[in-house]
Each structure stands twice: as structure tokens, then as C-alpha cells.
């Protein structure tokens, strides 16, 4: 069983930046892809960024290429997402989400865990 705690959410203006983190517990962190996905108000859950376990690569949504960056800290069971020159379009709730395959996928029904949300807010 993994749990997974999102952190870093809150309000920024156009061009600003924000980092989210998501502490993991349990003890498949490492082995685990993690992923990044969000949702906007009437829109479904897509995905923005991901990093594997298995030779930890990374890779992103055509969105936030080039603004997002997602790293993890395997000592310390967090994963992070660096958001720069955010836009109003980012506006979602964030989740993170593992999966025990640690293969790189985009797909959300792939993810076996999913924390509780942060939202962000850019503003105009």
C-alpha cells in the first residue's frame, strides 16, 4: 500500500512559478513510476508529467514542455513537480500518482495510487 500526500498548491500570477511535492510513504517509492496529472473544473483528469523508476526518465505533456520539470528524491520518498512561467490554463487541481510497473506511461489507468489533490490557481 502506498500513500501519497501532494503539497506546494496555492495562487501565482501569470509567469510565476510554484513547486509541488508529493511525500510517498510505504516502501515501493523507488520502484514505482510516479506521475503527475491534473484536473480543471469540467474537464477530465489529464496527464502533465511522469518519471520512471526503471532509468528514471522523464517526460511530459506538449502543454508543459519546457516549463515542467519532474524530479524525484528516492531517500526521501518525495516526488516533485517545478512549475515555471505558469499560464492561467494550468489552473487545475494537481495529483500525484504511482505506478508499480516503475515503466514510463501516460495512461491515468495505469496508476495503481493516487493522492488527495492541491489546487493551483494562476492568475491573469
Known amino acids: 500500500q502506498v500513500q501519497l500526500v501532494e503539497s506546494g498548491g496555492g495562487l501565482v500570477q501569470a509567469g510565476g512559478s510554484l513547486r509541488l511535492s508529493c511525500a510517498a510513504s510505504g516502501r515501493t517509492f523507488s520502484t514505482s513510476t510516479m506521475g503527475w496529472f491534473r484536473q480543471a473544473p469540467g474537464k477530465e483528469r489529464e496527464f502533465v508529467a511522469g518519471?520512471?523508476?526503471?532509468?528514471?526518465?522523464?517526460y511530459y505533456a506538449d502543454s508543459v514542455k519546457g516549463r515542467f520539470t519532474a524530479s524525484r528524491d528516492n531517500a526521501k520518498n518525495t516526488l516533485y513537480l517545478q512549475m515555471n512561467s505558469l499560464k492561467p490554463e494550468d489552473t487545475a487541481v494537481y495529483y500525484c500518482?504511482?505506478?508499480?510497473?516503475?515503466?514510463?506511461?501516460?495512461?491515468?489507468?495505469?496508476?495503481?495510487?493516487w493522492g488527495q489533490g492541491t489546487q493551483v490557481t494562476v492568475s491573469s
Open positions: 500518482a504511482a505506478d508499480r510497473s516503475g515503466l514510463p506511461t501516460r495512461l491515468r489507468y495505469v496508476y495503481d495510487y
Open positions: 518519471i520512471s523508476a526503471i532509468g528514471g526518465t522523464t
